[in-house]
Nanobody
Framework: VQLQASGGGLVQAGGSLRVSCVVSGSIFSIDDMGWYRQVPGKQRELVATITVSNSANYADSVKGRFTISRDNAKRAVYLQMNSLKPEDTAVYYC???????????????WGQGTEVTVSS
């Protein structure tokens, strides 16, 4: 199972950016999916998660600005980021809880990260 994140880049404060993540490989089912971010010297922090039934959860710092969504047919999760602030600058990682075979337990996988830089 592999997660491929894309869509990061440089944007001015107040701007928008959309990052995407696609899951590939041997997949029976995908449960929760999410986005986390990390800056150098700090712990990775939750940004948003979404269940298979599209129930979303957000960090307080991004509520009202970011929107997480998923496309189960494409095995993809997205993060639409609006009204970006310099403090949103980080490497953004996607993750997914995947069952590769029906009789095996769910395992969490991580993408390689995509860098988002917000200039002031």
């Amino acid at each position: 199972v592999q997660l491929q994140a894309s869509g990061g880049g440089l944007v001015q404060a107040g701007g928008s950016l959309r990052v995407s993540c696609v899951v590939s490989g041997s997949i029976f089912s995908i449960d929760d999916m999410g986005w986390y971010r990390q800056v150098p010297g700090k712990q990775r922090e939750l940004v948003a998660t979404i269940t298979v039934s599209n129930s979303a959860n957000y960090a307080d710092s991004v509520k009202g600005r970011f929107t997480i969504s998923r496309d189960n047919a494409k095995r993809a999760v997205y993060l639409q980021m609006n009204s970006l602030k310099p403090e949103d600058t980080a490497v953004y990682y996607c993750n997914a809880d995947v069952k590769s075979v029906w009789y095996r337990p769910v395992k969490q996988y991580w993408g390689q990260g995509t860098e988002v830089t917000v200039s002031s």
